[in-house]
């Protein structure tokens, strides 16, 4: 930089982020996250404008992978069977794909059913292990009666579901997550997850809350792999 040159200062709205949907812009918008010129404020802008871009595409995909796991996946398969049994039933018009403008995979409501977020969905095998957590998620709340306002019913399914569902494989947290643990892996990822969990729940205080109730019912909820004989991998 020359002499006297002086480089002007960033102001508080300039994020790098350029809105519009015309190549200049789009590599404007590459180059500037690729060089971290773009602050965290400019990337969830990018992120919030590439969702609601590709909303259609990403749900008309979403769809048709849900579809394929109904009818080839063995985990989904194996989970409706069982729900069904309960009384349940789960199906295209309660298994919607959305775009969620917040940071999450998917969500169960008993009222509602099961949304899985299309636009954070990063392969059909991340689709299979976020439907196969919210349908255990839906098999608790059938076979256990699950108070969703009871902080340590809301750890005890989450721990089974993300124990269970496969989200925890080894595979997935070293090459998805950048988890590099070898021993005591699964029940980390576990606990990890359940916590955070936890922690979006209304009732929940804070972190140290979360791990306390988590703690809690550890033990007996980590062990109870029904409706599966064991831990599915």
Same mark, same amino acid.
């Given at each position: 930089m020359?002499?006297g040159?002086?480089?002007?200062?960033r102001? &508080?709205k300039?994020?790098g982020? #350029?809105?519009?949907n015309?190549?200049f812009?789009?590599?404007? $918008?590459?180059?500037? !996250?690729?060089?971290g010129?773009m602050?965290?404020?400019?990337?969830?802008?990018?992120?919030l404008?590439r969702?609601? #871009?590709n909303?259609e595409?990403?749900?008309?995909r979403?769809?048709?992978?849900r579809?394929?796991?109904?009818?080839?996946?063995?985990?989904?398969r194996?989970?409706r069977e069982? =729900?069904?049994?309960? $009384?349940?039933?789960l $199906?295209?018009?309660? =298994?919607?794909c959305?775009?969620?403008? =917040?940071?999450?995979a998917?969500?169960?409501? &008993?009222d509602?059913?099961?949304? =899985?977020?299309? $636009?954070?969905?990063?392969?059909?095998?991340?689709?299979e292990?976020t439907?196969?957590?919210?349908?255990?998620?839906?098999?608790?709340h059938l /076979?256990?009666?699950v108070?969703?306002a009871?902080?340590r019913h809301?750890?005890?399914?989450?721990i #089974?579901?993300s124990?269970?569902?496969g989200?925890?494989?080894w !595979?997935?947290e070293?090459?998805?997550?950048r988890?590099?643990?070898?021993?005591?892996?699964?029940?980390?990822?576990? #606990? /990890? /997850?359940?916590?955070?969990?936890?922690?979006?729940?209304?009732?929940c205080k804070?972190?140290?809350?979360?791990?306390?109730v988590v703690n809690?019912?550890?033990?007996?909820?980590?062990?109870?792999t029904?409706?599966?004989d064991?831990?599915?991998?």
């Amino acid at each position: 930089m020359a002499d006297g040159e002086r480089v002007a200062p960033r102001t &508080p709205k300039d994020t790098g982020y #350029r809105p519009g949907n015309d190549s200049f812009s789009k590599w404007h $918008n590459v180059f500037s !996250i690729l060089t971290g010129q773009m602050t965290p404020e400019g990337r969830e802008q990018y992120r919030l404008a590439r969702d609601l #871009r590709n909303e259609e595409a990403d749900c008309r995909r979403c769809e048709e992978q849900r579809d394929y796991l109904f009818k080839y996946s063995p985990i989904i398969r194996f989970m409706r069977e069982r =729900i069904t049994e309960l $009384n349940g039933d789960l $199906n295209s018009t309660n =298994i919607r794909c959305r775009r969620c403008p =917040i940071r999450q995979a998917g969500g169960f409501s &008993p009222d509602h059913g099961i949304q =899985i977020c299309a $636009n954070e969905m990063r392969s059909q095998g991340h689709l299979e292990d976020t439907l196969a957590h919210e349908m255990m998620h839906a098999y608790d709340h059938l /076979r256990f009666k699950v108070d969703w306002a009871d902080l340590r019913h809301a750890a005890c399914t989450e721990i #089974r579901a993300s124990s269970l569902s496969g989200e925890c494989r080894w !595979i997935r947290e070293f090459f998805t997550r950048r988890q590099y643990r070898i021993t005591q892996q699964h029940q980390e990822c576990v #606990r /990890r /997850r359940a916590t955070l969990s936890v922690m979006n729940r209304p009732a929940c205080k804070d972190d140290v809350h979360a791990a306390k109730v988590v703690n809690e019912v550890w033990d007996s909820c980590f062990a109870d792999t029904r409706p599966f004989d064991e831990i599915y991998k």
